[in-house]
């Protein structure tokens, strides 16, 4: 939890999640010093932030081990000299993003689906993205273009769910996401709204009962798909942020990465399922590590990853099983593995 002295209140109309925002680690240095960690990690560290950004907020960096420099947590947000590593096989857009942009701000990949690239914005930077080099300030949906995307989507009536993603839709502010959701819900063929967020583990000031009336507030089914990594990411702040949601009778998924050096064991992956479900979330998906540049560090191979799948396969009952997939560029879902 943050102390007070944590943050400095701005003013008392701005809320909450927000002030805990405008006072989240924006350098490697900032980070070091609250863990207790060599400065020697630091050159490295500022030379990979220059490929991209370094954040995280306060919450997140709490539940990280101080004085450790392998911790999962840490591990998800340190920038390292790896990053910059050209390792072949790995791109800029593994996943085929650019190729599927339908209208501004529109991926238009699967059949059914839709998905609106709402901002560029995180709370944290997970170093792993695989929108790590997503070119956001030409393909997120700009407010003045809200009209083109919804029109592409109104135009096509096999689509039925609209998904709301980014950087993090829950970055914006409730206003924002009133007025997109009302003007989604105005086109008959929509039936199904489906938030992907990491907030409510990184930051779960920001489910409130305001933002959840907001989300509710349409005639359309919604649907809630975190992204946690591993079972030291909840605490109670995030356990009462998915019981909020979960009172409000909104279904809460999970999709994780699976990661070298941070859930690429087991017993850390049985524990994330078990915490997950502990707090109303099914796991949905674990997702093998697209290969974006930057992250080959990350990538855990084929043959252990399968192993690692077996394992959960023998020891979980089969609703605490993710399903293991791979996103490939043009494919027509997500590929099992
Ligand atoms: S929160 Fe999601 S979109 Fe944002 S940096 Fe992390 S993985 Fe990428």
Redesign the pocket.
């Known amino acids: 939890m943050l102390g007070d002295q944590s943050i400095h209140r701005i003013e008392p109309t701005v809320p909450f999640w927000q002030q805990e925002m405008a006072a989240a680690f924006t350098t490697v240095e900032q980070l070091l010093a609250f863990l207790d960690l060599d400065p020697a990690l630091l050159p490295a560290a500022v030379k990979a932030s220059t490929q991209f950004g370094f954040k995280v907020t306060r919450s997140y960096a709490s539940h990280m081990k101080k004085g450790d420099p392998d911790d999962p947590l840490l591990r998800q947000v340190l920038p390292l000299a790896d990053e910059l590593n050209h390792v072949p096989g790995f791109g800029p857009d593994p996943v085929g993003d650019i190729e599927a942009l339908a209208a501004p701000g529109v991926l238009h990949k699967y059949h059914g689906r839709a998905l609106l690239i709402t901002t560029g914005a995180?709370?944290?930077?997970?170093r792993?993205?695989?929108?790590?080099a997503f070119p956001y300030s030409e393909a997120r949906l700009p407010r003045q273009q809200e009209s083109l995307a919804l029109d592409y989507i109104a135009g096509d009536e096999s689509i039925r769910e609209v998904i709301l993603?980014?950087?993090?839709p829950l970055m914006l502010a409730d206003e924002r996401l009133a007025g997109l959701i009302g003007r989604i819900a105005a086109i008959p063929h929509i039936e199904r709204l489906r938030i992907?967020?990491?907030l409510p583990i990184?930051l779960p000031s920001r489910i409130t009962s305001e933002l959840i009336r907001c989300l509710l507030a349409s005639r359309l089914s919604v649907v809630l798909v975190v992204?946690a990594n591993h079972a030291a990411e909840f605490d109670r702040a995030v356990g009462n942020a998915a019981a909020l949601l979960r009172q409000a009778g909104v279904p809460l998924f999970n999709q994780s990465?699976l990661l070298k050096g941070v859930n690429d064991r087991a017993d850390t992956l049985i524990q994330l399922s078990e915490t997950l479900f502990k707090h109303g979330i099914i796991p949905y998906y674990l997702h093998l590590l697209d290969k974006t540049t930057g992250t080959a560090h990350f990538d855990v191979p084929m043959e252990r990853a399968v192993a690692l799948y077996g394992v959960l396969l023998r020891r979980l009952p089969g609703y605490l099983v993710p399903r293991l997939v791979r996103e490939r560029a043009g494919a027509a879902y997500k590929v099992p593995v």
């Open positions: 995180c709370a944290i930077h997970c792993y993205c695989f929108r790590r993603s980014g950087g993090d992907h967020s990491r990184v992204h990465v």
